[in-house]
């Protein structure tokens, strides 16, 4: 790279001149910004350019990881860490008058994803080109990402994310490597006298599918992977001939406009008939453009067809790139003349599919007319291989028509994704030991008596190298100055902490750095939202997506009881604590919308009240994103993992949390059992229901919400307070909802019922956040036990058990 900063400060300035036309003196961070990013870029592409080389002349086994969702965040400062030149740029921008973590702050986070399915995603990427594994992304170039959200009123408001306004410097256009997607039309069935039977596809419409490449450098090695997003636009020819048919310049924009809806939003609104075909359209765009890639670049390699799965692994995030694999037979029978059996052998052996979630609202079922109509000859595929699966169960189970019915791909006049994906796949695998078993147990278990031998566990995993190394970097220094940096390649020896356990000055350290952090989070807090928080109190974050299970409303019902408590004794003697709340709620879930403007209701009501103020104060931070994550989580001490047991798939903001050292407050959910049986009962605070009560208690109806109401005078008095006159609802009937879904719709996650062994637990805390001594080393023990959730470890199990491809030494 650079052998010394001068030698960066020269090429830096020397950038600056070339690129944006100015001196040192004259750039504005933007273009300081936009020329450190050129030259990072070009770093990178020499690599980039050999990785490449290097896969196609040793023929590696590739893994292509299919996802609607990269939740990327900023790559800037994460692109340095990795190529090792982080500190030497520090220094030389600094010698420049030049701050680095504001150059940083410049980019715009790509916010192409929800939340932790596309932030995985986004982790796997940086995991596998740093374990030198040939593992690349495929997804969707969306103009605008993850909407930004204001608060207005106290009330959520969605405005477009333009993120590409101000380009982004990281991608490559390669018009050369487009493919051509095709929808709706009909298909034939054409018997020639000489060959089989095929089939023609005609009077379609044709879309091209641009990519947009962004390079994935490893962390200190020279592999250079690929993102590659796609881009839907018209094919010109095409649409000049449309425009000359129609003579209409009117309704030739509109045909463009249609066509590049495609990529235009990430999730668009699905609860219309017409949102829903857009997403499906979007999901056959990624597995088509990205399919014909992966076949394009096998025929690069003149090897028979039968290699196929010793060359590529297609990887299936969720179900929703799940028509990978009646593409993938598409492809091979009718383009390449393979036969069906052959085709499917090929298919079965290269696909492998993970599930996310086992509520039933997101598992994907789309309906047949809609798939005949807009895929007719997907469709078809798809019924021949729900045909051929019903036939095979038929010979197993003869006679039972209950199980056949209940396992089929196609029923109730709607096709099953996950049901496809199980079946057209040779690995299915949940995303922490507790999610897979209910999947092997309960949601799945009619598939898994049948294909046993697909299902297996992979416990989700973060990058420690951007949670850790790049968010919390005074954290880095000290774990590194106690036990050398070998954790840095090798996470799981963060263990070796656990010899510091005794080590007051270092626990004291520890202590330090967390209230700098503080202090950091402290200051922006203040510039940015005008509220002063004591760095003194507790930080206990809650911050996810907003959703029924994850429960933020028994957060928020416990900062009223709080209230409601120091507001009836004003003396009380409590732990000063602020809790902090980041969530975006999906514009059309009109509760999830209720509970923000509750939290900010209470946020409002508590920071202006003389008697509750120093005591606990509520921040509700705006537009949460990869970027405010990376800011908070440094400074948090205690960390919100409360879902509903059984509802969580894994969570992984768990582990971002807990290798910062934040003490999770969390139920028996998810991956947060795993982190319990890691640090032991005194390291974390477990509170609640276990999966198998909550699941019971669905199974046989007799919870009683109203019972608890009853019973609890805290839970009465809060709850009426959300409807009769009240500091927080004002007289007001904005949070009747809130009301009735907690007693009238019998609280379907449970809230009422954890409620109280929820207040008990964050006594414990209070209590326990007192002796700070014994906090430190509960917060270095969750730390020491954090490097079993490095992605890299997650990765490496994918790579092993499923994708069988092994490290590529990459040529110096
Ligand atoms: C999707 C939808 C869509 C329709 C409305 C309700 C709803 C609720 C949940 C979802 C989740 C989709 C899949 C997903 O994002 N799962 C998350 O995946 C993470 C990475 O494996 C995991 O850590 C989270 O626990 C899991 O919720």
Request: net charge negative; hydrophobic share 35%; with cysteine.
């Given at each position: 790279m650079?052998?010394d900063?001068e030698?960066?400060?020269e090429a830096f300035k020397?950038k600056?001149?070339t690129?944006?036309?100015?001196k040192?003196?004259?750039a504005t961070e933007?273009d300081a910004?936009?020329?450190?990013g050129?030259l990072?870029?070009?770093?990178?592409?020499r690599?980039w350019?050999?990785?490449?080389?290097?896969y196609?002349?040793?023929?590696n086994?590739?893994?292509?990881y299919?996802s609607?969702e990269?939740?990327?965040?900023?790559?800037?400062?994460?692109?340095l860490?990795?190529?090792k030149?982080l500190?030497?740029?520090?220094?030389?921008l600094?010698d420049l008058?030049?701050?680095l973590?504001?150059l940083e702050e410049?980019?715009?986070d790509?916010?192409?994803?929800?939340?932790?399915l596309?932030?995985?995603?986004?982790c796997f990427l940086?995991?596998?080109?740093?374990l030198?594994?040939?593992?690349?992304g495929?997804?969707i170039?969306?103009?605008?990402?993850m909407f930004?959200q204001?608060i207005?009123?106290g009330?959520?408001?969605?405005?477009?994310?333009?993120?590409?306004?101000q380009?982004f410097?990281w991608?490559v256009r390669?018009?050369?490597?487009?493919?051509?997607?095709?929808f709706?039309?009909?298909v034939?069935?054409?018997?020639n006298?000489?060959?089989p039977?095929?089939f023609e596809y005609?009077?379609?419409?044709?879309?091209?599918?641009v990519?947009?490449?962004?390079p994935?450098?490893g962390y200190n090695?020279?592999?250079v992977?690929t993102?590659?997003?796609?881009s839907?636009?018209p094919?010109?020819?095409?649409t000049l001939?449309?425009a000359?048919?129609?003579n209409n310049?009117?309704?030739?924009l509109?045909?463009?406009r249609?066509?590049?809806?495609?990529?235009?939003f990430?999730?668009?609104?699905?609860?219309t008939?017409e949102?829903k075909?857009?997403?499906?359209?979007?999901e056959?765009f990624l597995?088509?453009?990205g399919?014909?890639s992966?076949?394009?670049?096998?025929?690069?390699?003149?090897?028979?067809?039968?290699s196929?799965p010793d060359k590529?692994?297609?990887?299936?995030?969720?179900t929703h790139?799940?028509?990978?694999i009646?593409e993938?037979m598409?492809?091979?029978?009718?383009?390449?003349g393979?036969?069906?059996?052959?085709?499917?052998?090929?298919?079965?052996?290269?696909?492998?599919y993970t599930n996310h979630t086992?509520?039933?609202?997101a598992?994907e079922a789309w309906?047949v007319d809609m798939?005949?109509s807009?895929l007719?000859?997907?469709?078809?595929?798809?019924?021949?291989?729900?045909e051929?699966?019903c036939q095979?169960?038929?010979?197993t189970?003869?006679?039972?028509f209950?199980?056949?019915a209940d396992?089929?791909i196609?029923?109730?006049g709607?096709v099953?994704m996950a049901?496809?994906?199980?079946?057209?796949s040779?690995?299915v695998?949940?995303?922490?030991k507790?999610?897979?078993?209910i999947?092997k147990?309960r949601?799945?278990?009619?598939f898994?008596d049948?294909?046993?031998e697909r299902?297996n566990?992979?416990?989700n995993?973060i990058?420690?190298?951007r949670?850790?190394m790049?968010?919390n970097?005074?954290?880095?220094s000290?774990?590194?100055?106690?036990?050398?940096?070998s954790?840095m390649?090798q996470?799981k020896r963060?263990e070796?902490l656990?010899?510091k356990q005794?080590?007051h000055p270092?626990?004291?350290?520890l202590h330090d750095i967390k209230?700098?952090?503080?202090?950091?989070?402290v200051?922006?807090?203040?510039e940015t939202?005008g509220?002063a928080?004591?760095?003194?109190?507790?930080?206990?974050v809650h911050?996810?997506?907003?959703h029924?299970?994850?429960?933020?409303l028994?957060?928020?019902l416990?900062?009223?009881?709080?209230?409601n408590?120091?507001?009836?004794?004003?003396?009380l003697d409590i732990?000063p604590r602020?809790?902090?709340?980041?969530?975006k709620?999906?514009?059309?879930y009109h509760f999830?919308k209720?509970?923000?403007?509750l939290i900010n209701r209470?946020?409002h009501?508590?920071?202006?009240?003389?008697d509750?103020?120093?005591k606990?104060?509520v921040?509700?931070?705006p537009?949460?994103?990869?970027?405010?994550?990376?800011r908070?989580?440094p400074?948090?001490n205690?960390s919100?993992?409360i879902s509903?047991a059984?509802?969580?798939?894994?969570?992984?903001?768990?582990?971002?949390?807990?290798?910062?050292?934040?003490?999770?407050?969390?139920t028996?959910?998810?991956?947060n059992?795993?982190i319990?049986?890691?640090?032991?009962?005194?390291n974390?605070y477990?509170?609640?229901m276990?999966?198998?009560?909550?699941l019971e208690?669905?199974r046989?109806g007799?919870?009683?919400?109203?019972?608890i109401?009853?019973?609890?005078?805290r839970v009465r008095?809060t709850l009426d307070?959300?409807v009769?006159?009240?500091p927080?609802?004002?007289?007001e009937?904005d949070?009747?909802?809130?009301y009735d879904?907690?007693?009238?719709?019998?609280?379907?996650?449970?809230?009422l019922?954890?409620?109280?062994?929820y207040?008990?637990t964050q006594?414990k805390?209070?209590r326990d956040y007192l002796n700070q001594?014994e906090?430190?080393?509960?917060?270095?023990?969750?730390?020491a036990?954090?490097?079993k959730?490095?992605?890299?470890r997650t990765?490496q199990?994918?790579?092993?058990?499923?994708?069988?491809?092994?490290r590529?030494?990459m040529?110096?």
């Amino acid at each position: 790279m650079f052998s010394d900063k001068e030698e960066f400060k020269e090429a830096f300035k020397a950038k600056l001149e070339t690129k944006l036309g100015k001196k040192a003196e004259e750039a504005t961070e933007r273009d300081a910004y936009k020329a450190l990013g050129a030259l990072v870029q070009e770093r990178i592409s020499r690599n980039w350019v050999k990785t490449n080389q290097d896969y196609r002349t040793n023929k590696n086994k590739q893994v292509y990881y299919f996802s609607m969702e990269f939740l990327m965040g900023r790559l800037l400062g994460n692109n340095l860490l990795n190529l090792k030149m982080l500190s030497l740029v520090e220094e030389g921008l600094d010698d420049l008058g030049l701050n680095l973590t504001s150059l940083e702050e410049k980019e715009h986070d790509a916010g192409l994803g929800n939340g932790g399915l596309g932030r995985l995603a986004a982790c796997f990427l940086d995991s596998l080109a740093s374990l030198e594994l040939a593992g690349h992304g495929y997804g969707i170039r969306y103009r605008y990402g993850m909407f930004e959200q204001h608060i207005i009123d106290g009330q959520q408001v969605e405005l477009p994310d333009h993120w590409l306004s101000q380009d982004f410097i990281w991608e490559v256009r390669r018009p050369e490597e487009a493919v051509e997607v095709r929808f709706g039309g009909n298909v034939e069935a054409v018997k020639n006298e000489s060959g089989p039977l095929h089939f023609e596809y005609k009077n379609y419409e044709q879309v091209q599918a641009v990519p947009y490449d962004v390079p994935i450098a490893g962390y200190n090695n020279d592999t250079v992977n690929t993102l590659r997003l796609w881009s839907a636009e018209p094919i010109v020819e095409n649409t000049l001939r449309k425009a000359e048919i129609e003579n209409n310049s009117a309704s030739f924009l509109d045909y463009k406009r249609e066509l590049e809806s495609i990529s235009s939003f990430l999730y668009p609104d699905d609860s219309t008939d017409e949102g829903k075909r857009l997403r499906l359209k979007q999901e056959y765009f990624l597995v088509s453009a990205g399919v014909q890639s992966v076949i394009r670049s096998f025929e690069r390699l003149d090897l028979p067809w039968t290699s196929f799965p010793d060359k590529a692994a297609l990887h299936i995030n969720d179900t929703h790139p799940a028509l990978v694999i009646p593409e993938l037979m598409r492809i091979l029978m009718d383009e390449k003349g393979l036969g069906w059996e052959e085709a499917w052998d090929l298919t079965q052996s290269s696909v492998s599919y993970t599930n996310h979630t086992t509520l039933s609202e997101a598992l994907e079922a789309w309906p047949v007319d809609m798939v005949r109509s807009l895929l007719p000859r997907i469709f078809m595929i798809i019924d021949e291989i729900n045909e051929r699966f019903c036939q095979d169960l038929w010979r197993t189970y003869p006679g039972d028509f209950d199980r056949i019915a209940d396992l089929a791909i196609v029923a109730d006049g709607q096709v099953k994704m996950a049901h496809l994906s199980i079946v057209g796949s040779h690995s299915v695998n949940g995303v922490a030991k507790l999610h897979t078993e209910i999947l092997k147990k309960r949601e799945m278990k009619r598939f898994y008596d049948t294909f046993p031998e697909r299902f297996n566990n992979k416990t989700n995993g973060i990058t420690h190298r951007r949670w850790l190394m790049h968010a919390n970097k005074p954290l880095s220094s000290a774990i590194t100055e106690a036990i050398g940096d070998s954790w840095m390649e090798q996470p799981k020896r963060l263990e070796d902490l656990l010899n510091k356990q005794e080590d007051h000055p270092f626990l004291d350290r520890l202590h330090d750095i967390k209230q700098e952090n503080k202090q950091k989070l402290v200051d922006w807090v203040q510039e940015t939202q005008g509220i002063a928080v004591d760095p003194a109190s507790i930080f206990d974050v809650h911050i996810k997506r907003l959703h029924g299970y994850k429960r933020q409303l028994l957060n928020a019902l416990h900062i009223m009881h709080l209230y409601n408590e120091i507001k009836s004794d004003p003396t009380l003697d409590i732990v000063p604590r602020t809790f902090f709340f980041g969530a975006k709620a999906a514009s059309s879930y009109h509760f999830a919308k209720k509970v923000i403007q509750l939290i900010n209701r209470i946020a409002h009501v508590v920071n202006n009240d003389r008697d509750v103020k120093d005591k606990i104060k509520v921040v509700f931070l705006p537009n949460y994103s990869v970027s405010i994550a990376e800011r908070v989580i440094p400074a948090s001490n205690v960390s919100e993992q409360i879902s509903t047991a059984s509802k969580e798939a894994s969570g992984t903001g768990n582990m971002k949390f807990m290798m910062n050292g934040a003490l999770t407050v969390g139920t028996m959910d998810g991956a947060n059992v795993e982190i319990h049986d890691l640090v032991g009962d005194d390291n974390i605070y477990t509170f609640g229901m276990s999966s198998e009560e909550v699941l019971e208690y669905y199974r046989n109806g007799s919870y009683s919400s109203r019972e608890i109401y009853e019973n609890d005078s805290r839970v009465r008095h809060t709850l009426d307070q959300l409807v009769h006159y009240s500091p927080f609802s004002k007289g007001e009937t904005d949070f009747q909802e809130i009301y009735d879904a907690l007693l009238t719709y019998n609280d379907e996650f449970f809230v009422l019922k954890d409620f109280a062994s929820y207040l008990f637990t964050q006594q414990k805390v209070s209590r326990d956040y007192l002796n700070q001594r014994e906090w430190n080393k509960k917060s270095l023990i969750n730390i020491a036990k954090s490097g079993k959730f490095s992605s890299d470890r997650t990765i490496q199990e994918y790579a092993t058990d499923i994708w069988q491809i092994q490290r590529t030494r990459m040529l110096k």
